[in-house]
């Protein structure tokens, strides 16, 4: 099982949508999305499921979601 998805930097990335549909992804995993533009509110869904979103560490989305 995956246990680690490092999307960063890949600026032109909005769409996450394939992690929310994807049953391997959830608690305990980590996604790494510094430098990306996915949203705020698709960030704290991946972290609603568990998931270990790491982002900018004086990012806007610091209440939505773990930081790193």
Known sequence: NLMALD???NPELTN???LFENP?????????LRHTNVSCTE?????EKGVEVRTELFSS???????R
């Open 7 to 9: 999307l960063r930097f």
């Open 16 to 18: 996450i949508q394939a």
């Open 24 to 32: 391997g992804i959830g608690a305990g995993d980590i996604v790494e």
């Open 61 to 67: 989305c610091a209440t939505a979601t773990r930081q």
């Open 43 to 47: 960030q704290a869904r991946l972290a």
